[in-house]
């Protein structure tokens, strides 16, 4: 599939519509956003099923904020509109590929619960 360029017109379709989403918010004037930028573009052609978007924070301000994106390159995955991985820094392809994986191995009915518990438990506490 590539990579998609998303702002705030395209995100909700394109995060809303698909499982399995990562985003890599990133910067034209970051040096470590262009040499992740290649890796990134060379793993997303390795992974049809999954939606790899690109967020500009120059460009895309709110929706950097929305996330609160406070450094770059930040990378996220999102299974079934949860966010499952967020992380700044640039990965080299294996490492990058690996956390694919992982993510792709995730129980997210399992995952759903634990958020769930968590929740009912912060409502306890407040």
Sequence with gaps: MATVELNKDNFDQQVGGNDFVILDFWAPWCGPCQNFGPIYEEVSEKYPDIVFG?????????????FQIRSIPTLMIMRDQIVVYAQPGALMGGQFEQLIEKARELDMDDVRKQIAEQQAQQSQNA
Excluded: I, R
Excluded at 54 to 66: D, F, I, P, R, S
């Design 54 to 66: 690109k967020v500009n924070t120059e460009e895309e301000q709110e929706l950097a904020g929305h």
